[in-house]
């Protein structure tokens, strides 16, 4: 890897000499222009030399939406500028987006395996979305779930006969909406009173003939909902 400037921001004395200690050791090829312990300081720094990668702290001052302005104002003012997240929020998932949509090229957590030469060296060469174990654990546990959801859904359209007009039956049934305003939606071919008879069949589709007596609408769509038929993350009314 070719030799490249960085500018370290972080407001813990500790944690910044650690950092420091990370990239003599470790990353020989970055030369640290440069530390922040808060805005006003790397602003200072940026107007002396721009470096070629800022590795950037969020919970400057106790506030992490003052990092998040940070990297926003910094991928607005460099567009080539690399900005890896160093972030001891290691719980917070939203902070995470919220970092990439502000224009981090990676975030890294201080936890695990921490800073390595290999995740640096990637977002130097223009890698995109750079992680460190915990966060890929994360990624790769939600990807599991929703994969899995898919094919739960997926079976269970298949084994219970279930089409597109059921499931917009049972999805706005969810939703609150009664048989006369999904009658109503765009492109439904049914009026109420068929979709009572839809309702029935559905009824007899999805329980068993134990437990068919006085089923109402709330456990119909409790029971799609059980069986994946339907899933709470896609509740969305159609165009009506």
């Given amino acids: 890897m070719e030799e490249f400037k960085v500018i370290i921001v972080e407001d813990v004395q500790l944690e910044l000499k650690g950092t420091e200690h990370i990239f003599r050791s470790e990353i020989p090829e970055a030369a640290i222009i440069g530390t922040a312990q808060n805005e006003a300081e790397l602003w200072k720094l940026m107007r002396q030399d721009v470096p070629d990668m800022i590795l950037l702290d969020l919970g400057l001052g106790g506030s992490t939406t003052v990092g998040i302005d940070i ?22 998932e939203r902070l995470w987006i919220e970092a990439l949509s502000a224009g981090a090229d990676g975030i890294i957590l201080k936890t695990g395996n921490l800073l390595q030469r290999d995740d640096v060296q990637l977002v130097m060469h223009g890698r995109r979305l750079v992680f460190n174990e ?86 119909l ?15 969305r009314p159609d165009e009506e």
Avoid: W
């Fill in 71 to 92: 990297c926003r104002q910094l991928r607005d003012r460099y567009t080539n500028l690399k900005i890896l997240i160093f972030t001891g929020e290691i719980l917070n």
């Fill in 134 to 219: 915990p966060i890929l654990e994360k990624i790769l546990a939600r990807f599991r779930k929703s994969v899995l959801t898919e094919v739960q859904q997926s079976d269970a359209i298949i084994d219970y006969e279930i089409d597109e007009y059921d499931e917009r039956y049972l999805r706005h049934l969810a939703l609150g909406y009664t048989k006369d305003m999904i009658a109503n939606l765009k492109g439904m071919p049914f009026g109420a009173k068929s979709l009572e008879k839809r309702q029935a069949d559905l009824i007899n589709r999805l329980f068993p003939g134990s437990e068919r007596t006085g089923v109402n609408a709330t456990r």
């Fill in 221 to 235: 769509v409790t029971r799609a909902l059980q069986l994946h038929i339907i899933e709470l993350e896609n509740l």
